[in-house]
C-alpha cells in the first residue's frame, strides 16, 4: 500500500463530488429516493473536511490493523449504513435480517443509518481515524473509490478470513479482484452497481438500443441521448465501446474517450449530461436512451413498461458498495460474523429482494425465487454468467490522474 497522501483535493476533485452529490448517485437514498424524477441536493458540509489540510495518520498506512478485539466480552457491533440499505420488516420498525442474526449469534447490532454520501461521512470519521482513534463504528460501507482510499491510507483492519467461510466461498467472481483491494483482504461488496443503457421503447419507434456507438451515431437518436455527469461512468462506457479496458487505460484513451463525446456534444447527438434527474425524461421520451444505472431501472419499470435496457456486447461498468472494518474498532470478530452470515444465501436473497441492486453473492437464485419470482430472473438483480462475465471495473486513479481526467471531463459536459 502506498504512504499517506494528504487529503487535499484539488479544484477538478471538488467540483465532480459536488455533481456527485448535488446530481449523481451520491444524491439519493439508496431505495427510495431511486423512484424520485430528480435529487434534492444534500448539504456540501462534508467538502471542506476533504480539502483541509491533511491530518498526520497515527501509523504508517498498513499498520492500522493492530487493534483490541473486545468481542468475546462485549456481544455487539456498532453498524454504519445508508439510508433503506437493510431490509425492512412488514412493520416497517422491525430489520428481520439483523434480528434474526441477533438470535443466531447473541449479538446485538446498533444499526444506524448515518451514510447520506461518501463525501460527508468520510469528514465524520477521517479525524478520528488519522488520530489513531476509534470511530465508534465496527462495520461501514462505503463506495469502492472510498473504500480504496481508506485501505490505502492504511485505515481498515485486514480481514481474518477463517471467520468469514460463507463470503470467502460464495464471493460472485466479478467482485474477487478489484485493484484496489486483491483478493478481498480488507473489504467485502454490500452490492453491486451496474451502469448500462436504457431506452424508451416508445420513443425508440420500437429499436433497440445497445451500444454506445449507437448512442453517439444513429441519427434518428439526435438530440435524445444523455450520458451521466459521472466521469467513470461514462467515460468507462465510452473506453468499452472503443475496445479499450477500464482497468488499464492510458491518458491517450481517455483522451480518445473524452473527444468521442465531444463529437456527439458538438454534433448535438447529446443533448445533456445529467445525474439522476434523467429518470424523468426517460419516461416522457423526451430522452429515447441514455447511460443510465440499473437500480434507476428497475424502478421505472415497475411504472413504465416501454422503458428497457440493454449491455453492450463490449461490456457494461459495474462499481460497488463495501464494508469495511475501520481501524480501531473494538469489536473486529463480531463485525466479521456478520460480513458473513450476509453472504449467506438465505440472507443475501432477504436483502436483494429488499434494495434491487446486484447481489455479489453466488447460489441464491433458489431462494429469492421463494420471494418473487421475477426478481430471480432480472439480471440486474442476479445477473446470468454472460452478463457477469462483461462486467468491467474502473481502474484506481493517483490523485494526479484524477485532477487531470475530473478537469477535462468538466470541459466536456460544460461544469
Known amino acids: 500500500m502506498e504512504q499517506y497522501e494528504p487529503e487535499r483535493l484539488s479544484a477538478p476533485q471538488l467540483a465532480a463530488m459536488r ?12 431505495r427510495s429516493l431511486l423512484r424520485a ?11 471542506g473536511a476533504l480539502s483541509a489540510c491533511g491530518i498526520p495518520p497515527a501509523a504508517r498506512a498498513g499498520d492500522a490493523a493492530a487493534s483490541d478485539d473486545h ?12 439510508t433503506e440499505y437493510m431490509d425492512v420488516g412488514e412493520d416497517e420498525k422491525s430489520r428481520p435480517t439483523l434480528d434474526a442474526f441477533t438470535r443466531r449469534t447473541g449479538i446485538e447490532v446498533k444499526y444506524t443509518e448515518d451514510i447520506n454520501d461518501n463525501v460527508e461521512f468520510f469528514g465524520k470519521i477521517k479525524p478520528q ?10 462495520l461501514v460501507i462505503v463506495t469502492d473509490w472510498l473504500a480504496a482510499r481508506i485501505i490505502r491510507l492504511g485505515w481498515a483492519q485486514k480481514l481474518d478470513h477463517a471467520n468469514l467461510p460463507h463470503a470467502f466461498a460464495n464471493l460472485s467472481a466479478q467482485f474477487r479482484t478489484p485493484d484496489w483491494d486483491p483478493g478481498r483482504a480488507y473489504s467485502y461488496p454490500w452490492t453491486g452497481i451496474p451502469t448500462v443503457i436504457a431506452y424508451n421503447e416508445k420513443a425508440t419507434g420500437g429499436r433497440k438500443v445497445d451500444s454506445v456507438t449507437q448512442l453517439l451515431d444513429d441519427p434518428k437518436l439526435k438530440g435524445k441521448v444523455s450520458f451521466l455527469s459521472e466521469m467513470r461512468d461514462s467515460v468507462g462506457m465510452t473506453l468499452l465501446d472503443m475496445g479499450k479496458d477500464p482497468g488499464s487505460f492510458s491518458d491517450a484513451d481517455f483522451d480518445a474517450a473524452v473527444g468521442r463525446m465531444q463529437k456527439g456534444v458538438d454534433t448535438k447527438q447529446i443533448r445533456r449530461f445529467t445525474g439522476n434527474d434523467y429518470t424523468a425524461d426517460l419516461s416522457k421520451g423526451d430522452i429515447a436512451a441514455c447511460v443510465a444505472w440499473a437500480g434507476d431501472i428497475i424502478q421505472l419499470q415497475a411504472d413504465n413498461p416501454a422503458i428497457k435496457f440493454s449491455i453492450p456486447s463490449a461490456g457494461y461498468i459495474t462499481s460497488s458498495d463495501n464494508m469495511l472494518i475501520p481501524a480501531k474498532a473494538r469489536h473486529k470478530t463480531n463485525a466479521e460474523k456478520l460480513m458473513d452470515y450476509y453472504y449467506e444465501p438465505p440472507v443475501a436473497a432477504r436483502l436483494a429482494a429488499y434494495i434491487n441492486y446486484v447481489c455479489p453473492v453466488d447460489g441464491v437464485a433458489g431462494e429469492l425465487a421463494k420471494i418473487d419470482a421475477s426478481m430471480a430472473s432480472n439480471t440486474l438483480i442476479l445477473p446470468d454468467r454472460a452478463m457477469a462475465a462483461k462486467s468491467r471495473t474502473f481502474r484506481s486513479l493517483s490523485a494526479e490522474e484524477e485532477t487531470a481526467y475530473e478537469e ?6 460544460g461544469a
Request: no cysteine.
Open 408 to 413: 477535462k471531463f468538466a470541459k466536456l459536459i
Open 71 to 82: 468481542s468475546a466480552a462485549e456481544k455487539r457491533i456498532n453498524f454504519s449504513n445508508w
Open 129 to 138: 481515524l488519522a488520530a489513531g482513534q476509534d470511530t465508534g463504528r465496527d
Open 19 to 30: 455533481r456527485s452529490i448535488q446530481d449523481g448517485r451520491g444524491a439519493l437514498t439508496r
Open 37 to 47: 424524477s430528480g435529487a434534492a441536493a444534500l448539504a456540501l458540509g462534508g467538502l
